[in-house]
């Protein structure tokens, strides 16, 4: 099992940043593809970005390619998702979640993913 917390959430300002931690406990993070979704009121939890376990290549969603960045710190076994630019549309409850071990490739679909945190809310005001 793999336990998930996020942090780093809060209220800012259009065009500021957040850098928002998902710590892991229960697991190493070595071998686990990792993920970032968020879901707005109303709407589908939707994929952010993903980071390759196997290639450490990362895939984001269009809307936020060149403003977030998803990334792993495995001494600390945390991921991270440092997002700049911040709009409105932003807002959203954001997820990290983890993959079953040694499942690679693009992994956008919430289906890809075992074991999710509880969530940290991001809201950009105008």
């Known amino acids: 099992q793999v336990h998930l917390v996020e942090s780093g959430g809060g209220l800012v300002q259009t065009g500021g940043s957040l850098r928002l931690s998902c710590t892991a406990s229960?697991?190493?993070?070595?071998?686990?593809?990792v993920g970032w979704f968020r879901q707005a009121p109303g709407k589908e939890r939707d994929f952010v970005a993903t980071?390759?376990?196997?290639?450490?290549?990362?895939l984001y969603a269009d809307s936020v390619e060149d403003r977030f960045t998803i990334s792993i710190d495995s001494a600390r076994n945390s991921i991270y998702l440092q997002m700049n630019s911040l709009k409105p549309e932003d807002t959203a409850v954001y997820y990290c979640?983890?993959?079953?071990?040694?499942?690679?490739?693009?992994?956008?679909?919430?289906?890809?993913?075992?074991?999710w945190g509880q969530g940290t809310q991001v809201t950009v005001s105008s």
């Open positions: 980071l390759s376990w196997s290639t450490g290549n990362t």
């Open positions: 979640a983890v993959a079953a071990r040694y499942k690679s490739g693009w992994l956008q679909s919430r289906d890809d993913y075992a074991y």
């Open positions: 229960g697991r190493t993070l070595g071998g686990y593809s």
